[in-house]
């Protein structure tokens, strides 16, 4: 079945670091490939995508390319802010399919 | 524009009862998912509808049940509850029956069963 797998956490930054959250995933086909957030006491919300392989998603200053080689999507940021704490959910959708299927969540936290 | 809507914020039960969690999905979306989050986990999906009918169903058991209206919010029930149902639960909306478009979540419902 779909699975994604992200690295633990919780990931630990002092403010203006470079960030990488690492996902990757298991699916049949071409999925399409989401990154969402989750704020403390808050749903989800989307924070980029991208749909084919070598796509580039990015949004309020995080990218992530879909890299079909390495079945990865990998999260970037060159410079995280305190507001950036949050936990960051890496999610898959197979063609066709109307299910997400989430990986478990990496919490980060930046210090001043 | 208002966004996903869900009520109640919080919910506090007991082993046994029943209970109904609502949503009210973004404007122009037609398409309603459910999700259960247990602490400290990614959400699994529950199910979907579109256009008032259960589209797809993930591994959930049949305590799980749910509906949509005509115009277009849903309720999700779920009877006989278990200490393990405590979770938050997640709405997400979208349009083109979710396969698409990305899906756009609530804030949630916080379920706790004693």
């Known amino acids: 079945g779909d699975s994604v797998t992200q690295m633990e956490g919780p990931v630990t930054l002092s403010e203006e670091a470079f960030l990488t959250i690492n996902c990757t995933y298991t699916?049949?086909?071409?999925?399409?490939l989401f990154w969402y957030v989750q704020y403390p006491g808050e749903g989800l919300q989307l924070l980029l995508k991208a749909t084919k392989a070598d796509d580039k998603g990015s949004n309020k200053g995080f990218e992530a390319t879909y890299r079909k080689e390495t079945t990865s999507f990998h999260l970037e940021k060159g410079s995280v802010q305190v507001s950036d704490s949050a936990v960051y959910f890496c999610?898959?959708?197979?063609?066709?399919?109307?299910?997400?299927?989430f990986g478990s969540g990496t919490r980060l936290q930046v210090q001043p | 524009d208002a966004g996903v809507t869900q009520s109640p914020t919080h919910l506090i039960k007991t082993r046994g009862q029943q209970v109904t969690l609502r949503c009210s999905p973004k404007?122009?979306?037609?398409?309603v998912s459910w999700y259960q989050q247990a602490l400290g986990q990614g959400p699994q999906f529950i199910f979907q509808?579109?256009?008032?009918?259960?589209?797809q169903r993930g591994n959930f058991p049949d305590r799980f049940s749910g509906h949509q209206f005509p115009n277009y919010s849903s309720e999700l029930n779920v009877n006989a509850l278990l200490l393990g149902d405590s979770a938050l639960y997640l709405c997400a909306s979208s349009s083109g029956q979710g396969m698409v478009q990305p899906q756009h979540f609530g804030d949630g419902t916080r379920l706790s069963i004693l």
């Open positions: 699916a049949t086909g071409y999925p399409s």
């Open positions: 509808y579109y256009e008032e009918e259960e589209r």
């Open positions: 999610a898959l959708r197979r063609t066709g399919r109307r299910a997400l299927t």
């Open positions: 404007s122009g979306h037609d398409t």
